[in-house]
């Protein structure tokens, strides 16, 4: 990711990966027609502890700049579709964004700087 430090690209990384496992069977079952927090999944995603919850955010933000990244670099001629597995981005930053995350000073800057990366 451009515009992020050694120090951020190593801590996105640790996020990431503690993340992944927590994330991949909301994932695959999300399917963009139901909200994240009503199914089976989504609950099973929201009910993980908070400092894995924080991992997951992280992981969402940078799933987002990401996306945002690729739009941008798209062919104006082409339109670039958004599928079930964009959304469900946005829909883990919805249902994080009003739980109170033990987000240390790191994560923030971390998820500041990739927020400020597409701008």
């Given at each position: 990711?451009?515009?992020?430090?050694?120090?951020?690209?190593?801590?996105?990384?640790?996020?990431?990966e503690?993340?992944?496992?927590?994330?991949?069977?909301?994932?695959?079952?999300?399917q963009?027609?139901?909200?994240l927090?009503?199914?089976?999944?989504?609950?099973?995603?929201?009910?993980?502890?908070?400092?894995?919850?924080?991992?997951?955010g992280?992981?969402?933000?940078?799933?987002?700049?990401?996306?945002?990244?690729?739009?941008?670099?798209?062919?104006s001629?082409?339109?670039?579709?958004?599928?079930?597995?964009?959304?469900?981005?946005?829909?883990?930053?919805?249902?994080?964004?009003?739980?109170?995350?033990?987000?240390?000073?790191?994560?923030?800057?971390?998820?500041l700087n990739?927020g400020?990366?597409?701008?």
């Amino acid at each position: 990711m451009e515009g992020l430090r050694d120090d951020q690209r190593g801590l996105l990384a640790r996020h990431q990966e503690q993340a992944f496992d927590a994330l991949l069977p909301a994932s695959a079952a999300f399917q963009g027609t139901v909200r994240l927090r009503v199914t089976p999944e989504g609950r099973a995603l929201l009910a993980l502890p908070p400092a894995l919850l924080v991992s997951v955010g992280v992981s969402a933000a940078a799933a987002v700049e990401g996306r945002q990244r690729q739009r941008e670099q798209a062919d104006s001629k082409r339109q670039v579709r958004a599928g079930a597995q964009d959304v469900f981005w946005y829909e883990v930053i919805e249902v994080l964004k009003r739980r109170r995350l033990p987000f240390a000073p790191p994560d923030i800057e971390l998820i500041l700087n990739l927020g400020t990366s597409t701008m």
